[in-house]
């Protein structure tokens, strides 16, 4: 095996020795440890585990590696993954007809601070074309027609399967996915939501906050589920704001927190940084990678 980091995720029923059985396994396999992070859900009796090994005096291949670890998981009931960090996430992004969160995607893409390849970028409007060109992306304009939904979300699958995307992030796409195409991409869906969720789903939430005169104001980044605006949460942030906000300051302050906490999610999905258990996220921090 060449030099890499390899990451791997592990979620099991917590018990006593877990931390020496998997180190263990990885020294005795000549692997060097770079990180590893841990948490135990006390109430729920499970661990969760990220580790990063330096692959580099490691003699052994990734199938054999894989079929020795599932020797040790299986009678432990690890639920596990592995990243060899030696590819690129193949990304996916649609949007609606709002710009700011598509804008700081792409580029925090082009300064090299987001590890991934954007394939492509998905729109039912035209009016965000102009960011793709400029960017040198290639857009997709397929619109949502009356009756027509399902025709639509096939030719987006269409488009996903081509370019073997990875991640689709839904930067303000203003569509209901439909239950068929969600449960193509299992934890493979991030969507931005314009609140704090749970409070104001749906539209216009801005409006409404200004009509309860909120005092915070925050931003949701969930992994999409079949129940809207339900699923896992990655990442969520919140700014103060006063009784002499207006529904438009707060929509603005909003798309800055929109902003950092899609682009946050993100590279926590890309960095491998996230276990998914009872739709709860468990998100580790970084380590410096």
């Known amino acids: 095996m060449k030099s890499q980091i390899v990451t791997f995720l592990i979620k099991c029923p917590d018990n006593k020795g877990l931390v020496a059985k998997i180190t263990s396994f990885f020294f005795n396999h000549g692997f060097n440890i770079v990180s590893c992070q841990q948490y135990v859900n006390s109430i729920e009796d499970v661990y969760f585990m990220r580790i990063r090994l330096d692959a580099t005096d490691a003699k052994i291949s990734k199938k054999e590696l894989e079929e020795k670890f599932l020797g040790l998981a299986e009678p432990l009931e690890f639920t596990w993954s592995v990243n060899y960090g030696n590819k690129k996430s193949n990304v996916a992004i649609m949007v609606s007809h709002t710009s700011h969160c598509l804008y700081d995607l792409l580029e925090r893409n082009q300064e090299g601070n987001l590890d991934c390849n954007i394939k492509m970028i998905i729109s039912n409007h035209e009016k965000l074309r102009p960011i793709a060109e400029m960017f040198h992306i290639p857009y997709y304009y397929l619109p949502v027609k009356k009756g027509e939904k399902q025709k639509q979300e096939a030719q987006v699958i269409e488009l996903l399967n081509q370019e073997k995307i990875d991640l689709i992030v839904m930067a303000r796409y203003m ?111 970084e380590t410096g990678e």
Request: charged residues 25%.
């Open 175 to 285: 569509q209901i996915l439909s239950e068929d195409f969600i449960n193509k991409y299992p934890e493979r869906i991030i969507n931005i939501h314009h609140s704090f969720l749970p409070a104001f789903q749906g539209a216009n939430p801005y409006k409404r906050a200004y009509d309860r005169g909120v005092k915070l104001i925050g931003a949701t980044a969930h992994y999409a589920t079949v129940d809207l605006d339900e699923g896992p949460i990655i990442e969520q942030d919140i700014e103060r704001v006063t009784h002499d906000s207006t529904p438009t300051t707060l929509k603005h302050i909003g798309a800055d927190i929109e902003r950092l906490v899609l682009a946050k999610a993100v590279k926590c999905h890309l960095n491998n940084q996230i276990i998914v258990a009872n739709n709860r996220a468990v998100v580790f921090p």
